[in-house]
């Protein structure tokens, strides 16, 4: 019953982001899909690998960490939430991209650890695009200068920018994903060729359509993948 139900919305998710690349003159294959699995069991996160989505994003470190150990190694797992510096050195090995990064002290605890641990780490700047209170992240005016800052890093390579647009009708969205797109394409030239800054995390279940519009590489979905499953 849940790979069913799963396996119908994967379906329509999957019409409308060929839509979306379609109406934006993309490929299908530009666009990430990672499955926010935060609030449901292993054994859901579990069906949706089996059905073909292999990129997993969770928001908190430590469920992250439990899933990871019950669930297949092939999945590629995502830190899409905040990260504390204290539970750096257990998530490291875990994750193929953190998306969440919002300040260089951070970044510098990242880079130290990666270090020890001997890895590169792939991660992203959260940047507030929407400029509201309640958000994490750089302004997009504080990313700019952070270049000097980012060419020092040795272990950790700036992949892209994230940010969540506020929860409204979706084309309202459209501003803040245009700006982080804006922002990443500026720090683009700045980086290269240390950073090859191309990703873009935007978009939810509320908004992905016009995130894909406008330049999303990875999209994060939860409620619109489980939903019917309450």
């Known amino acids: 019953m849940i790979e069913q139900i799963l396996q119908k919305n994967l379906a329509v998710v999957e019409e409308r982001l060929v839509a979306a690349c379609r109406r934006a003159g993309r490929s299908r294959a530009e666009v990430t899909l990672v499955a926010v699995t935060k609030m449901v069991s292993a054994d859901v996160a579990g069906c949706l690998a089996a059905l073909g989505v292999h990129h997993l ?34 998530t490291l090995p875990l994750v193929c991209l953190i998306h969440s990064v919002d300040s260089m002290r951070l970044l510098q605890a990242l880079d130290q650890e990666a270090g020890k641990q001997s890895k590169m780490l792939d991660v992203l700047l959260e940047v507030n695009a929407s400029g509201e209170g309640s958000k994490q992240g750089f302004r997009p005016d504080e990313v700019p200068p952070l270049t000097p800052a980012l060419r020092a890093l040795r272990h950790v390579r700036v992949k892209g920018l994230m940010t969540m647009a506020a929860l409204q009708e979706p084309e309202a969205c459209r501003p ?21 800054v191309e990703h873009l995390s935007m978009g939810m279940s509320n908004d992905f359509e016009v995130a894909v519009e406008e330049g999303a590489t990875f ?3 939860g ?3 489980l939903q019917g499953l309450s």
């Open 57 to 90: 994003g969770e928001n908190r470190p430590q469920e992250l960490m439990r899933k990871a150990a019950l669930l297949s190694p092939a999945i590629k797992w995502h830190l899409i939430g905040h990260l504390q510096r204290n539970k750096i050195e257990r």
């Open 219 to 221: 999209v994060r979905l």
């Open 176 to 196: 803040a994903f245009a700006l982080l797109r804006d922002t990443r394409d500026r720090l683009r030239s700045e980086l290269a060729p240390a950073h090859i």
């Open 223 to 225: 409620s619109v993948l």
